[in-house]
């Protein structure tokens, strides 16, 4: 072995280590602003929201976790709401669920359709399902993800790495095929689901798959890199096309994401420790934070922005290049042979 090979190596081994600490931090420190923030400042907070009775929101993911907990308080303040996710069984008995808690029992306002963010094929009918159900969109929730390095080497028939696909391409995607919708509403909003490991990413826009570059420490980099990859989109829909899009950070919150094999014993503890001290449930209080990039007054001219505890995340937004964000929509529309589909939409 050189020396050079073995100080590569090193510096390798160093590297890995303090990104696995930097996640750790990240993870528990947030944990503990959510808990805080449910504790001590909930309670004081002003909301000045859009009314959104009678109008169209679109949510993905919308079967379990956080992506329920919005489909309800949608639901609450009177909104048509259509959930795509694949487990229709759950997302059905989740639609049941709505209606009891909200009274809002009219059932051809809140419905679940079929979307498998996986395959592009799926996102395609869906948006078309969607587009039929709801010509104008007020809201598009991009909030279906998959995390920790579960089945990171999978890739989908359309070639891409899972994560990459149901985190990144199927939302720019299904985004792209539904703009016509969400055009014609005043004052829509597309809000999409990122998270503060984003900052530890390393995008390749010419390795999206990460085949070259590998997953990172703990099979993590995927998850990054693809929230990073909505946080990009957020940014170029926000300077693109007459509608405000926000990103949103939810905090570390206890919901199934979170349970995965590979997550480590104490966080798993740390996020059982969430569920059962406070009344309220966490992925509540998470869906709090989507409400206000969904539908607060205040941010109204705000847009393409992450945001963080109903605040614009600044760690975050400094990371956002628009030259980076502008390459990433090109090479993501020739991936999902965009024109291709919308010509198809017509
Ligand atoms: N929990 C946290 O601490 C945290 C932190 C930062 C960011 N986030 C983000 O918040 C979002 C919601 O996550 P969560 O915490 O609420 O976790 P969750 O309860 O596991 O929700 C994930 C949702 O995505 C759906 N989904 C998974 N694969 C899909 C596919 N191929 N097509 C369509 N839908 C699919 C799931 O449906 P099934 O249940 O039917 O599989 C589920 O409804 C995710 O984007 C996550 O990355 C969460």
Redesign the pocket.
Known sequence: MTKKFRSQEKNKALYAMTSQLHQRVILVS?WIEVFIYKHFKRNNIRRNEEDISGKCVVL?????????SSAREFARRGAKVVI????LV??QQVVNEIQQQTGNMNVKLQKILE?????MDSVEQFARRVSKECPKIKILLN?????GSKDENIKTKDGFNIHV???YM?HFLLTNLLMENIKAETNSRIVS?????MLISELDIDDLNMDRSGFGLMNCLP?CNT?FCLALFTKALGMCCGFNSYAV??????????HSNDTPSYLKFLFRMQMNSIATAA?EV?SEFMMFCALEKSIKNETGRVYRFRKPFHQANEKLDIDLAKRLWEKSSELVRLSERLARMK
């Open positions: 947030s993905t993911g919308g079967s379990s976790g956080i992506g329920r795509g996710d694949v487990d759950n997302g979307l498998d963010l996986s395959d909030n279906a993800g998959i995390g696909a149901v985190n199927g689901t990122t998270s503060m490991l998850y929230k950070d939810p905090g570390a919150v206890n919901t199934p994401i979170m992925d998470a």
